[in-house]
């Protein structure tokens, strides 16, 4: 089992910069994978970006590719996500995910994730 704290979260103006923190605690002997999804007022969840167990590989959604970077911390039992260039559209609810068998194939899928933090609201203003 995993626990996942997400930190960090805030409110911004646009073309700010912030990053979020998730720090792992519980089974983290095994490696594992993490990532972030969100969730925009009236909006479905959607997947943010996920980092592998070594870090070396890295994904994103297209709507944050070169704005948003995932990585991990020396230990691996922290994942981190720095945005920058901040837009109105980035608001939402940003949850934390692990996966102990993410599917490479499938990264983008929230059912690839047992294992998700309470989130933490990020608020971007116009």
């Known amino acids: 089992q995993l626990q996942l704290v997400e930190s960090g979260g805030g409110l911004v103006q646009a073309g700010d910069s912030l990053r979020l923190s998730c720090a792992a605690s519980?089974?983290?002997?095994?490696?594992?994978?993490m990532g972030w999804f969100r969730r925009a007022p009236g909006k479905e969840r959607e997947f943010v970006a996920a980092i592998r167990e070594s870090g070396e590989t890295t994904y994103y959604a297209d709507s944050v590719k070169g704005r948003f970077t995932v990585s991990r911390g020396n230990a691996k039992t922290t994942v981190y996500l720095q945005m920058s260039s901040l837009k109105p559209d980035d608001t939402a609810v940003y949850y934390c995910?692990?996966?102990?068998?993410?599917?490479?194939?499938?990264?983008?899928?929230?059912?690839?994730?047992?294992?998700w933090g309470q989130g933490t609201q990020v608020t971007v203003s116009s």
């Open positions: 995910v692990a996966s102990f068998s993410l599917d490479s194939g499938a990264y983008y899928r929230a059912m690839e994730y047992d294992y």
């Open positions: 519980g089974r983290t002997f095994s490696p594992y994978s």
